[in-house]
């Protein structure tokens, strides 16, 4: 191991990493709350100063994997849609299996130019994380308590606020509504066998709901679906502490633009499309097991400096403080004011790795891997003849 990478396996920087982009996000979120009166006189400026405050907070999550960790995201596409990435409004369909999936999306916005601006069909829960959850806010993203019944009024209002967004932006959609676990896929193929759907061997059930009300809610402004497809090479599991750590994983993302007057508006047709669609993501996966890549050509944006930049700026911005409070710290030479810092120092750490658990799948819901969150009573009552609901109920508690 080389100095520099051993510099960068240090807690010590870890711990640097995370206070910069915490305190740079608290003061880009009061920045944020600050907007509030510009929204009431010019809401699409304030949209648009957002986006640029958005930007500086996630391009160093971006900026960690591209230029600390180094690393690479191929692109497989074909070269008619290419220049049309960035370009335009797009629903994203993206598996759910990695603990860093979300970063790779991010990665590829930040490379198409739309990194400030795109947003995600997330679970309620991430909207209370400080700095990304307190971000999202003011970035419009659609939240969801994965419970349709709430849901289906309150995301398709919040979908309908999109329509006159003024920047481009990629709407990202986890149709399987949680990470993939070895737990939730046996169960979610038990609830496809009820369905007689056919198995999928790489991905849970989707849930097509979201899909569906997403497609449907984005007609007019958003022009087509991309299916991405994400895996990683040698079978590699990456973390988000192993990007801190600076090391450089091999993200391999196949995406394929489907005009969205292609997709179905009858909610049963349209699910049945999405079905197929995973059916056909499935098998790009089993493809990527036999030969270690996606079909089609390789077209890789390369990444830009900007997030770079910003990060260097907050580093600059925010160490110096940090180190002159060290430095009176430890002059003070009072034990009181010493145990106060190391309690605060404490708890501060905790904090950054509760924040980076919330990327863990290890660490994640049980939302998909419980028999009784997955049919409520109301659509349980309406949908589904007894004989079905019982099949399933059997098959998920078994
Ligand atoms: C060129 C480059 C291109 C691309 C680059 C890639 C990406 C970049 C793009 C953008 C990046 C932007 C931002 C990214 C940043 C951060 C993102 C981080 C994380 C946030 C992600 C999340 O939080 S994921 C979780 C939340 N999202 C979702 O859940 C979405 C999917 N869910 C739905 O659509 C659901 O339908 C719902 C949430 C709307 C409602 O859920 P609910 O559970 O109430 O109802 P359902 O109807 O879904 O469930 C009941 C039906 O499902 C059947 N069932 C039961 N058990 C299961 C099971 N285990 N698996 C599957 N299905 C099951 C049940 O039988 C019911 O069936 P019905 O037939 O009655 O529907
Ligand atoms: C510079 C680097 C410093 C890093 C500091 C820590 C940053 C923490 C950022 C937290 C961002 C959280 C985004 C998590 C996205 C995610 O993947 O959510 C999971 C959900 O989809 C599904 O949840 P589940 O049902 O639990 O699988």
Redesign the pocket.
Known sequence: MGLVQLLKSQVLCHLIMCYVFVVSGLIINLLQFCTLPVWLINKQLARRINIRLAYCI?SQMVATLEWWSETECT?Y?DPESFPL?GNEN?I?V?N?SYDID?????T??ER?G?LGS??????KE?SYVPV?GWMWYFLEIVF??????E??TT?AQSLQNLHDYPENF?????????RFTRK?HQ??MK??E??GLPKLKYH????????W?TVQNLRGKAVAV?D?T?NFRNNETPTLLGVMSGKKYHAD?Y?RRIPLDLIPEDEAEC?AWLHKLYQEKDGFQEQYAQTGRFPGPVKSPPRRPWCLINWLFWVCLLLYPLGLLLVQLISSGSALTIAVAVALFSAASLGFRWMIGQTEISRGSS???KAQ????PV?DKN??DPSLRLQ?LIC?VG
Not at 204 to 211: A, I, S, V
């Open positions: 996630s692109l596409t990435y797009a994203v993206l759910h979300f970063l790779c999306g991010w590829f916005c198409f739309v795109s947003k995600v069909l997330a679970k991430l990304i969801c308590k994965r419970k349709w019944e849901d289906r995301v990629w709407f990202l959609l986890y149709c399987e509504g949680t939730k169960i979610s609830v496809a009820s369905k849970l059930l989707p849930r097509t709901k979201g899909f009300v991309y991405a994400l993302l995406v699910a939302y998909g891997s969150s997955q049919i409520s659509r949908d589904q399933i998920t």
